[in-house]
């Protein structure tokens, strides 16, 4: 089985400064792995997904993540927050079971609400 | 163009009611989902289905029952509507089960009086 935890569910940086976001995941095979984004009222919204390709996964708005196997890690980057970062973040592992074999199911992690002050 | 679509956005009910929210996706795929999103914002999936096949069905009571009339569209029902039920619920789509990106709707407010 598979499972996400987001360290820290509240993160509060200032217009300009650098994003971190944390996420480490626990999987008994290769993950794949998601960063989704949910402002205010709204879906869900895919930033970016790590399929086993580059280990440096470059995604929407300027966001980035990196995955490292050694720490079980998928953390989320931005070099410079802006205002519109401002929302609720999510780190998400694709189910699969001990074969391999897919079933679709994307499990959360608790989320991070990101607020950036002027 | 709304490629995952929701109805209806909000839903305000009694308890013990009956109820239905509708999905429908143009994006052609053939993977639909519903997952709910609690008061704390945790999500958590409820049902897949994969060219109208269950093929996930996590420990939800058997009052919530989706049906799947085509590949385009997943509807959740509801029956004897519970004060637990009050959530956000969100239909989402995909092409295949594994690497590919899940697109969500809007989601439905439900809240059971």
């Known amino acids: 089985a598979q499972s996400v935890t987001q360290l820290g569910s509240h993160v509060s940086v200032s217009e300009g400064a650098l994003v971190l976001l944390r996420c480490n995941y626990s999987s008994s095979v290769p993950p794949y792995l998601f960063w989704y984004v949910q402002y205010p009222n709204q879906g869900l919204q895919l930033l970016l997904k790590?399929?086993?390709?580059?280990?440096l996964v470059k995604g929407i708005n300027g966001f980035e993540a990196e995955f490292k196997k050694s720490e079980t890690s998928f953390h989320l980057t931005k070099p410079s927050a802006h205002m519109s970062d401002a929302a609720e973040y999510f780190c998400?592992?694709?189910?699969?079971?001990?074969?391999?074999?897919?079933?679709?199911?994307?499990?959360f992690g608790q989320g991070t609400i990101l607020t950036v002050h002027p | 163009d709304t490629a995952v679509s929701q109805t209806p956005k909000y839903l305000v009910t009694q308890m013990g009611n009956d109820k239905s929210i509708k999905c429908e996706q143009n994006?052609?795929?053939?993977?639909m989902y519903w997952y709910k999103q609690d008061s704390k914002k945790f999500l958590k999936i409820m049902f897949s289905?994969?060219?109208?096949?269950?093929?996930i069905n996590e420990t939800v009571p058997n009052r919530f029952s989706p049906k799947s009339p085509d590949k385009a569209h997943l509807n959740l029902h509801i029956n004897s509507l519970e004060l637990g039920d009050s959530a956000v619920y969100f239909c989402a789509s995909s092409q295949g089960l594994e690497r590919d990106t899940q697109y969500f709707g809007p989601g439905t407010r439900l809240t059971v009086l």
């Open positions: 998400a592992v694709s189910g699969r079971n001990a074969g391999g074999t897919s079933y679709g199911k994307l499990t």
């Open positions: 994006l052609g795929h053939d993977t």
């Open positions: 790590y399929t086993s390709a580059a280990t």
């Open positions: 289905y994969n060219n109208k096949e269950l093929i």
